[in-house]
C-alpha cells in the first residue's frame, strides 16, 4: 500500500508513505525448500518541506524485518542427501532514517548536507539433525551494527567552463558481534570459530570533483577521493581523470582512469586467533584494497530513436587481502561462516572486457534493447597461482523488448520479454575420497573454480493490463521468470547411498502475479 500527496491542498509540503509484507509463504508448498523464499515487512516514508529562505528540508525512514528458515519434512529414513538433515533460521532487520537539507546559495552554489541513523542487525542458527532427531550445532550467529553518517556537498559553477563539487563524509559504527561455528558437524567439540568483538570505529571521505570545458568540443572531469579507515589508520588517496571529446553532434569518444579503493566488511577485520592462550586479531592492520580503472567509451546517437554504445575496460586490483601459500583470496569472499585465516595484502585480480549496448527508446508502443558483455576475471592468491574469479562467465547476452496496445480509449495492454545467454558460473568440484572419508562435502581446493556450469539461456515473460478511469486506475500485472527451465548449481551436498557429494541443481519457474489500485 502507498499513499502520496501534499499534507494539505494548495501546500508545498508532500509525504509519500509505502508498505508491504511478503505473501512469498503462499508459494513455499509448491516451490523447492532450496529457493529460501524469505517473509519480510517492511515501511517507508519521505517528506518534503520546502521554505522561502531556509532552503528544503526531507526527512526519510525505512525500516524492514525478514526470516528464512528451513525444518526437515521427511523423516530420517527418506533422508538421501546432507541437505535433507539441514535445520536452519535466519533473521534480520534494518532500520534507517534521515535528514537531508539543500540550499541555493546566490546564483552559484548548492549547498547539499545529511545526517542519517541506522541499526542492522542479523541472526542466525543452523545445524545438523542426526537419525534420533538430534540437532548438531552448525554456526551460531549474532550480529549488530549501528551507524551515524553526516555528509555535506557543494556544487559551486565558477563560470560558463568551470564547476566544482566538493564534499566531505563521516562515518561513525558501533558493533557486536558474537559469532561461534563448527566445520565439524560429526562432532559436538570442534568449535574452529569464534568471534566476540564489541567496539566502534569509523570511517572519513573527502572528494572534490572539477567539470572544465577545455574547447567547444573537448570536456575534461578531474578529481581526487580520500579514504581513512579510523580502525586501523589506513588511508587510501584516489585521483580521477576523465576526458570526452565531441566528435560530431551524434557522437562522442571518452576516456577515464580512477583509482577506486574497497575497506573489506567489518567482520573480516575482527577475526580472533589465539596466540599463547590470548585471542589476537591478525587482520586488523590489513592495508585496504585497491584497483586501477581504464575506460574508453564510444557513444553514437543514431537517430531520435536509436542508440549504439561501446565500451572497452581494464580493472587491475592490487594489495588485495590472501592467506599466504593458498588459493583464497578476498575477490572471491561470500561471508563465508568458517573463514578465520590470517591474511596479508599479496593478492591481485585483472577484469578486462567490452561491453556493447544497442537500444531504441519507446516510440509508436514499442521499444527494444540488446546488450553483450565479453570479458575475463582472473585473481591470484598467496599461492601466486592465477585462476578464475568466481564471477568469470565469460560472456552475457540480454535481449529485451515490449509492445504497448491501446485497447480501449484509456485502456492499455502491453507485452514485455527478456531472453538472457549466459556463460557458465565457475564452482570448485569436490574431493571424492576426502568426502567419502567424513561422510559430508569436501572441496578440492586445488582445482579452485577450474570448473564451470552449463551455459543458461533464460527466458522471462510479463504482460500487464491497465484500466485508467477519471478517479481511479487499475493494473493487472502476470510475470514468469524462466520460462526455459534452466538449471542452476546451488552447491554440493553428500548422498549417503551413493557414498559421494553430487550436485544440488534447482530448475523453476518463478510466478508473480500482482494486482495494484491506484485512487
Same mark, same amino acid.
Given at each position: 500500500a502507498a499513499a502520496e500527496g501534499p499534507f494539505k491542498k494548495g501546500g508545498g509540503s508532500t509525504y509519500l508513505a509505502n508498505f508491504r509484507m511478503s505473501t512469498f509463504s503462499i508459494l513455499k508448498n509448491i516451490m523447492p525448500f532450496e529457493t529460501g523464499l524469505p517473509d519480510y515487512t517492511d515501511l517507508s516514508f519521505n517528506m518534503n518541506f520546502p521554505t522561502k529562505k531556509a532552503g528544503v528540508f526531507s526527512l526519510w525512514s525505512l525500516t524492514g524485518y525478514g526470516r528464512i528458515a528451513q525444518d526437515p519434512s521427511q523423516p530420517p529414513a527418506d533422508w538421501e542427501t546432507s541437505w535433507d538433515n539441514d535445520q536452519y533460521e535466519l533473521t534480520y532487520g534494518l532500520s534507517a532514517s534521515g535528514l537531508n537539507h539543500k540550499l541555493i546559495l546566490g546564483k552559484r552554489s548548492l549547498l547539499s548536507s545529511s545526517v542519517s541513523f +541506522?541499526?542492522?542487525?542479523?541472526s542466525s542458527v543452523s545445524g545438523q539433525l542426526d537419525s534420533l532427531m538430534v540437532n548438531t550445532m552448525v554456526s551460531n550467529v549474532s550480529e549488530k551494527n549501528y551507524s551515524i553518517r553526516a555528509k555535506t556537498e557543494l556544487n559551486h =559553477?565558477?563560470? +560558463?567552463?568551470?564547476t566544482n563539487r566538493t564534499g566531505m563524509m563521516l562515518s561513525e559504527k558501533w558493533y557486536n558481534y558474537n559469532d561461534l561455528a563448527n566445520s565439524d558437524p560429526a562432532s559436538q567439540d570442534t568449535l574452529d570459530f569464534r568471534m566476540?568483538? =564489541?567496539?566502534?570505529?569509523?570511517?572519513f571521505q573527502t572528494y572534490s570533483q572539477s567539470l572544465v570545458q577545455l574547447g567547444r568540443k573537448l570536456m575534461m572531469n578531474a578529481g581526487i577521493h580520500f579514504l581513512y579507515f579510523g580502525l586501523n589508520g589506513n588511508f587510501a588517496v584516489d585521483p580521477r581523470l576523465s576526458f570526452n571529446w565531441q566528435l560530431s553532434p551524434t557522437q562522442s569518444l571518452g576516456f577515464a582512469y580512477g583509482k577506486h579503493s574497497r575497506i573489506e566488511p567489518l567482520r573480516i577485520y575482527l577475526i580472533e586467533t589465539p596466540v599463547d592462550g590470548v585471542e589476537t586479531l591478525p587482520n586488523k592492520n590489513l592495508e585496504i584494497t585497491k584497483a586501477h580503472h581504464f575506460v574508453m567509451a564510444y557513444d553514437w546517437i543514431i537517430n531520435r530513436n536509436l542508440h549504439f554504445k561501446v565500451e572497452p575496460y581494464v580493472q587491475l586490483l592490487y594489495d588485495v587481502p590472501t592467506t599466504p601459500d593458498s588459493s583464497f583470496s578476498m575477490i572471491n569472499y561470500q561471508n563465508e561462516m568458517f573463514f578465520n585465516a590470517t591474511l596479508d595484502n599479496s593478492g591481485t585480480g585483472i577484469n578486462y572486457g567490452i561491453d556493447f549496448t544497442f537500444e531504441r527508446f519507446m516510440?509508436?508502443?514499442?521499444?527494444?534493447?540488446?546488450?553483450?558483455?565479453?570479458?575475463? +576475471?582472473k585473481y591470484k592468491g598467496g599461492d601466486g597461482i592465477e585462476r578464475n574469479t568466481r564471477l568469470n562467465q565469460n560472456y552475457v547476452l540480454n535481449l529485451l523488448g515490449g509492445k504497448e496496445w491501446k485497447v480501449r480509449e484509456n485502456n492499455f495492454l502491453s507485452v514485455n520479454g527478456k531472453f538472457t545467454l549466459l556463460g557458465g558460473t565457475p564452482y570448485t568440484p569436490p574431493d571424492q575420497e576426502a568426502s567419502k572419508a567424513v561422510s559430508g562435502v569436501v572441496y578440492d581446493m586445488n582445482q579452485l573454480y577450474a570448473e564451470k556450469w552449463n551455459t543458461n539461456f533464460y527466458l522471462d515473460l510479463s504482460i500487464n493490463y491497465r484500466i485508467n478511469r477519471p478517479k481511479v486506475s487499475h493494473n493487472f500485472n502476470l510475470q514468469a521468470k524462466n520460462l526455459t527451465m534452466q538449471t542452476e548449481l546451488l552447491g554440493y551436498s553428500y548422498n549417503y547411498t551413493e557414498q559421494q557429494a553430487v550436485p544440488q541443481e534447482l530448475a523453476i519457474i518463478l510466478p508473480y502475479l500482482s494486482y495494484k489500485i491506484v485512487f
Open positions: +541506522s541499526v542492522y542487525e542479523n =559553477k565558477f563560470g +560558463s567552463r568551470h566476540n568483538e =564489541k567496539g566502534n570505529t569509523f570511517i516510440n509508436r508502443g514499442y521499444y527494444y534493447m540488446a546488450t553483450a558483455s565479453i570479458y575475463e +576475471s
